[in-house]
């Protein structure tokens, strides 16, 4: 019974560490990337703000919980000109404009959920690799390929 106690304990402590994200975002689109703003939860920072990207060039966002045992949420939006408008829906408020990364860590008394989107307008294509993931961080690439490149996930693991 004390080793399972021990088990639980250590289940309960790992999740209850702060939660940070290290995101890679690469612009494989033939025109910057123009930077326009992010948000967070209010448990949630950035200490590492994304910029705009200039073609085939690469930016980072860094993600961090202000307390443990904490949910985080939040996006990071850019606005790819002549690319046209997020496509079909509506980007999520505060989001402007497309393509925008968004993330939900959720935590449940022993375990973490941590979920991402991406959307981009029009046909432009998204690369969504993890590179690691642990119980209290994750690190990914995301990249958004121009429509003429029929397999940007290839792309990105390529990278």
């Known amino acids: 019974m004390r080793s399972l106690s021990l088990i639980l304990a250590a289940l309960v402590a790992s999740s209850a560490s702060y939660y940070t994200a290290n ?27 994304p910029d ?6 690469t930016t980072r966002l860094f993600i961090n919980t202000s307390e443990s045992f904490e949910d985080v949420s939040g996006y990071c939006w850019w606005e790819a000109a002549g690319y046209g408008l997020c496509d079909p829906n509506i980007p999520p408020k505060p989001v402007t404009s497309c393509p925008y990364i968004g ?3 959720t935590v449940i008394v022993g375990q973490e959920d941590i979920s991402w989107e991406a959307e981009t307008p029009g046909h432009v294509g998204i690369g969504d690799v993890t590179i690691t993931k642990r119980v209290g961080h994750q690190s990914k690439i995301y990249c958004f390929c121009d429509p003429s490149d029929t397999d940007c996930q290839k792309t990105c693991v390529d990278l």
């Not at 975002?25 to 200490?47: D, M, Q």
């Not at 705009?52 to 060039?57: K, P």
């Open 23 to 49: 995101v890679i975002v690469v612009n494989l689109l033939n025109t910057t990337l123009v930077f326009h703003g992010c948000s967070t939860s209010a448990n949630g920072t950035l200490p590492v703000h």
């Open 52 to 57: 705009s990207v200039l073609a085939q060039q």
């Open 103 to 105: 993330w939900q860590r």
